[in-house]
């Protein structure tokens, strides 16, 4: 399937994998854009020169290409916006913030810039400022999310813009993938399905969680202070909630998260880990290579598609 999205990163298909912090690491993201589609190294709150070897063992495993996804806020993040370029690296999707600082030097070394946005009024701004590509992510995802859905948010980004819009958000098999198509998507991201891959290294407590999760196992925490999260419910967001609702302090907020999603990615810890997957883990219901995950979507959406 060929869209603008597919010639401008140079892919067989039209599926990024998102770039989730402590998960998408180098194993991950070579796996996937080995299989077709386009991996991407998270970088999170991750330091710069570990994503550094984190891009160099993605190139020794595959020749095809991959990107970086920067979270603004990273303390790093100039320095991770100079080794991106100084690595070679030819995408770069960003969250949390506005990359214009770095467009130019991106430009330059002929990085394509493709940042995430949860508004009409962001992605307009991202086109004029010089990107390449939005991706329209909805609430429905895991992680940071905004308050627009993906079947809103989509279509009017789509409308507003005239470069390629990726949906995300609520998306992980070939009926999503087509609906996007759609909606005016010319490709799609994915995060949750990713995170029960054979070569995700996510703990198997975390990944069955995910597999086991139903419709409604899904809870958002931090909407008192602006900074919404999807998680998986366990003891942390109850008492997260809790806290929230009698009026908590971020302060205090904050030391019920800290390094929690690590405990939850590397050590299993599913009670008091954070659990980011997106409304749609109830769908996902098994793991799978990369490769296998990304045929059966695309086979399953051409059928659709054909209809």
């Known amino acids: 399937m060929k869209t603008r999205i597919t010639e401008l990163l140079e892919i067989k298909y039209p599926i990024i994998q998102g770039g989730m912090a ?3 690491e180098h194993n ?5 854009s080995e299989a077709g589609g386009l ?6 709150g991750a ?5 550094r070897e984190q891009i160099q063992k993605v190139k020794e495993a595959t020749d095809k ?5 920067l979270m603004l806020m990273n303390p790093e993040a100039d320095d991770i916006a100079r080794i991106i370029v100084e690595e070679g690296v030819k995408v770069v999707t960003t969250g949390a913030g506005n990359p214009g600082k770095y467009m130019a030097m991106w430009k330059e070394a002929g990085v394509k810039v493709i940042p995430v946005v949860a508004s009409v009024a962001m992605a307009k701004m991202m086109e004029r400022g010089g990107a390449d590509a939005v991706v329209a992510e909805g609430m429905e995802s895991g992680g940071h999310i905004g308050s627009a859905t993906t079947m ?3 279509p009017q980004v789509v409308d507003a813009v005239t470069i390629p819009v990726i949906a995300a958000g609520g998306i992980a098999d070939g ?3 087509a609906a996007s198509i759609m909606l005016g998507a010319e490709a799609v991201q994915m995060g949750t399905r990713f995170v029960v891959a054979r070569e995700s290294i996510v703990h198997e407590n975390y990944k069955k969680k995910v597999i086991g999760a139903k419709d409604i196992d899904s809870e958002v925490t931090g909407t008192s202070h602006g900074h919404p999260v999807r998680q998986l419910r366990n003891n942390m967001t109850r008492e997260y909630v809790k806290l929230e609702k009698e009026g908590a302090p971020f302060e205090e907020l904050e030391k019920l998260t800290l390094g929690s999603l690590r405990k939850a990615v590397v050590e299993g810890d599913t009670v008091n880990g954070t659990l980011m997957a997106g409304q749609i883990a109830g769908l996902v219901k098994k793991e799978q290579t990369c490769a296998e995950m990304i045929q059966e979507i695309m086979a399953e959406a051409e059928k659709l598609l054909k209809r």
């Open 22 to 24: 402590w998960v998408a």
């Open 28 to 32: 991950l993201a070579s796996a996937v």
């Open 39 to 44: 991996g991407l190294i998270g970088a999170g």
């Open 47 to 51: 330091p710069a020169e570990f994503i």
């Open 65 to 69: 290409p991959f990107g970086v996804n």
């Open 152 to 154: 809103t948010l989509v």
């Open 175 to 177: 009926r999503g993938f």
